[in-house]
């Protein structure tokens, strides 16, 4: 298994909803990334774990909350997001930190839109 | 904030042309990724480069490691339509886990 498997696909939410954005990997990465890309930008990195711990908060608004339960798991919970949140939020893994020794493996996202 | 430049910003070509972008740094990077990314999908590894002055080849493609660890080039060769898509460089400066990423190039073919 060579893939991050992200769900869902696409999410339409509320600003007063609470949902989850799921991400998971089979590789044995120790590694797992999210990042928020706007249409026709490049990604821009909002969570780093490392063995389940994070790493890295790339000073994040507190409506998103990441949790890592699992080496293979990673979610992104959403609460009160603003319409300027609709994105598609991407995860990724990779074996280690030192991401350039393999690269990342990115999901194919989730397609998120705020009401 | 380190910064990747990345150009062109868009090409339009035609099929089988050859094509070439570059991502050019004020910082050094030990490593440069090249990625493409089709609409709707995330990012798709193409190359990785790891020494300086590095070159490597996927198929058509080909990209290399500047020798002074500031800059990155991509070279398409004999384009296709299903080339077509945005190319991103991007630089790992370090053992954070953080990837740079250049602004893309948005590449379209025409058959």
């Known amino acids: 298994d060579t893939e991050v498997t992200q769900t869902p696909k696409h999410l339409v939410m509320g600003m007063t909803n609470k949902k989850s954005l799921k991400c998971e990997q089979h590789?044995?990465?120790?590694?797992m990334y999210w990042y928020k890309q706007k249409a026709k930008k490049p990604p821009e990195l909002m969570f780093v774990?490392?063995?389940?711990?994070?790493?890295i908060n790339e000073s994040v608004p507190s409506r998103f909350s990441p949790e890592c339960p699992n080496s293979s798991l990673l979610n992104l919970h959403l609460h009160a997001l603003q319409p300027e949140d609709s994105a598609l939020y991407l995860c990724?893994?990779?074996?280690?930190?030192?991401?350039?020794?393999?690269?990342?493996?990115f999901g194919s996202g989730t397609r998120l839109t705020v009401v | 904030g380190q910064q990747l430049n990345q150009s062109p910003q868009s090409m339009f070509i035609q099929e089988g042309e050859d094509v070439s972008m570059n991502c050019t740094s004020s910082?050094?990077?030990?490593?440069w990724l090249w990625y493409k990314q089709d609409p709707g999908e995330g990012p798709v590894l193409l190359i990785a480069?790891?020494?300086?002055?590095e070159l490597t080849s996927n198929g058509r493609l080909t990209a290399q490691f500047g020798i002074t660890r500031k800059d990155s080039f991509l070279n398409i060769s004999a384009s296709i339509p299903s080339d077509v898509g945005i190319y991103f460089c991007?630089?790992?400066?370090?053992?954070?886990?953080?990837?740079?990423f250049g602004q893309g190039t948005t590449l379209q073919v025409k058959p």
């Open positions: 990724a893994s990779s074996r280690l930190l030192q991401a350039g020794a393999h690269g990342y493996t």
């Open positions: 590789m044995g990465h120790r590694a």
């Open positions: 774990y490392s063995y389940e711990k994070l790493s």
């Open positions: 910082s050094i990077f030990n490593t």
């Open positions: 480069l790891y020494k300086a002055g």
């Open positions: 991007a630089g790992v400066p370090g053992n954070t886990g953080k990837l740079i």
